[in-house]
């Protein structure tokens, strides 16, 4: 069992619709990451978060450490917004990340 | 302020050549991170570096592989005798001098081919 899953794998979504991804994890942590990659490969940042809430644009994550679970919200989703969304943990015991597999997220006009 | 500079972008080498791939970090930023994204496959930690310090390379295969960060100059990830499963995407992310809760910013990787 990999230490970070995510699920769905695979979403698609009609462009405007709430999208939720779901990230649980098995280690304790010191923060969790939100990643973005486009085709192309290229990795972008969303959102580092230990506790509660953070918010940026149409894009919302939150965890609940207790639970060991968060969740990653797009809403009035955009072709644009397609795209893999990578969840990774920093473990107390270190600075390394380890990354569950992604989901790859399909919005269509 | 520039972002994580990586180099080349992609790189082609035939079996048994030798590949170094470039990472320089964000301005300010003295810890370096590669990761390793093989096809069709997540992201993997390889090693953590600070400036002329090893920190973790628990995930460094045992042979072959070597990672520098030297004082001046950019962090180096050497693959010798390359073979055709080293061929990935290898991610490099740097933070700030105090890693506080581990914020790390990517680079745009480097595309390894060997052919």
């Known amino acids: 069992k990999n230490e970070v899953e995510q699920s769905p794998q695979n979403l698609t979504a009609q462009e405007g619709e709430f999208i939720t991804i779901n990230c649980s994890y098995s280690?304790?942590?010191?923060?969790l990451h939100w990643l973005q990659q486009h085709p192309g490969g290229g990795i972008v940042s969303l959102f580092m978060?230990?506790?509660g809430k953070k918010k940026h644009g149409r894009l919302i994550a939150t965890i609940n450490i207790q639970e060991k679970h968060s969740s990653l919200h797009i809403t009035a989703s955009h072709p644009r917004d397609s795209a893999v969304y990578i969840c990774?943990?920093?473990?107390?015991?270190?600075?390394?990340?380890?990354f569950g597999e992604g989901t790859q997220l399909t919005v269509n006009p | 302020n520039a972002g994580v500079m990586q180099n080349p972008r992609h790189l082609v080498r035939r079996r048994g050549q030798e590949a170094r791939l470039r990472c320089s970090p964000m301005?300010?930023?003295?810890?370096v991170y590669w990761y390793r994204q093989l096809p069709e496959e997540g992201l993997k930690f390889m090693v953590y570096?600070?400036?002329?310090?090893?920190?973790?390379e628990s995930g460094m295969p045992k042979e072959r592989f070597s990672a520098e960060f030297p004082k001046e100059g950019p962090s180096i990830l050497r693959i010798q005798q390359v073979v055709r499963g080293d061929s990935a995407a290898y991610f490099c992310?740097?933070?700030?001098?105090?890693?506080?809760?581990?914020?790390?910013?990517f680079g745009p990787g480097t595309r390894l081919t060997v052919l």
């Open positions: 301005k300010g930023h003295s810890h």
């Open positions: 990774a943990v920093a473990e107390t015991s270190g600075s390394r990340l380890t």
């Open positions: 992310a740097s933070s700030p001098l105090q890693p506080i809760y581990n914020e790390q910013f």
């Open positions: 280690v304790g942590i010191s923060a």
């Open positions: 570096l600070q400036k002329e310090n090893i920190i973790d």
């Open positions: 978060l230990s506790s």
